[in-house]
């Protein structure tokens, strides 16, 4: 009788346990690839800069929401992409540090800011993203591009293994995403495992995703472009560690770790613009 009562109590944590898992893991899924839509209340306008609202279509017919600000007589481009979860708007400071040297697209991910589409992938299907802004680049009749990437943005420009962009700064991108769930369930220690599983499982059911696939590290040690790391020292969100990794699956990158900062509070740093202006100076 206590073997029986053994077993069925043995049966009956398992059987919740696993509840518990699925349910933490599939919330903490759903809201992610759905997050909250951001919209940024500025545009190039605010920040002197005159541009012009346009749309790329993906390849896979999803709609994105772009800003073009035209630099006179300048026959290069660079393409900026954001962060998680936010939208162009929050990296439109940039604009006054690369123009008007520099022809700029700002747009939107799919599931974010004004863009179509109903999830985000978190990089995986973001490179298609990244693609048809270079495709809208090309038809300007622009041929030097340029890709600034922050957070997954930063994460995005080093997976899209794409011919036609000559040089790339990524800022603050994850090495992978496995990384990035292995540090979401980090505190659950040893336990974290089945949550990880579950999560894997979730992206493979609903988004035909593998999560091993989203991957700067197997993407930057093939890049061979010029490629600028930048990372913040004290970055709450992607650990710095993120860089290093990154650095070591391609050394020839250049690696900067910018000093005392946290994520994404870098723009008022006079070191920052000019170590960006100086690298596509050189590389575009």
């Known amino acids: 009788m206590k073997i029986e009562f053994l077993l069925r109590l043995l049966l009956k944590i ?30 190039p306008a ?14 896979d017919g999803i709609n994105l929401k772009a800003w073009y600000v035209p630099a006179e007589g300048a026959n290069r481009a660079i393409i900026l992409c954001h962060g998680y979860p936010a939208d162009k708007g929050n990296i439109i400071g940039l604009g006054r540090i690369l123009h ?12 974010m800011g004004t863009s179509g589409g109903n999830v985000t992938t978190v990089g995986f299907r973001e490179v298609e993203d990244l693609a048809a802004a270079i495709d809208y680049v090309q038809l300007r009749g622009i041929r030097k591009i340029g890709v600034y990437g922050f957070s997954m943005g930063g994460a995005v420009a080093l997976m899209a293994e794409d011919p036609r962009v000559r040089a790339v700064v990524s800022e603050s991108a994850f090495a992978s995403l496995n990384l990035i769930i292995d540090d979401i369930y980090k505190k659950f220690g040893v336990c974290k495992y089945p949550f990880i599983l ?18 700067a590290l197997q993407s930057i040690a093939r890049r061979q472009i010029p490629i600028l790391l930048m990372h913040s020292e004290r970055d709450s969100q992607i650990p710095v560690r993120h860089a290093a990794m990154l650095h070591r ?21 006079q070191e920052y613009r000019d170590r960006i202006t100086k690298f596509f100076a050189e590389n575009l």
């Open 198 to 215: 579950a999560t894997k499982i979730y992206a493979r059911l609903f988004l035909g995703v593998d999560v091993s696939g989203i991957s």
């Open 14 to 43: 398992f059987v919740y346990g696993a509840i518990f898992v699925f349910v933490v893991s599939g919330y903490l899924f759903f809201t992610s690839i759905r997050p909250p839509r951001f919209v940024s209340p500025w545009t």
């Open 46 to 59: 605010d920040f002197g800069l005159r541009y012009e609202e346009v749309t790329l279509r993906t390849k």
């Open 100 to 111: 008007p040297a520099y022809n700029l697209l700002f747009f939107d991910f799919r599931g």
């Open 249 to 269: 699956a391609n050394p020839a990158t250049l690696l900067w770790i910018i000093p005392g900062a946290d994520h994404g509070e870098n723009l008022d740093q």
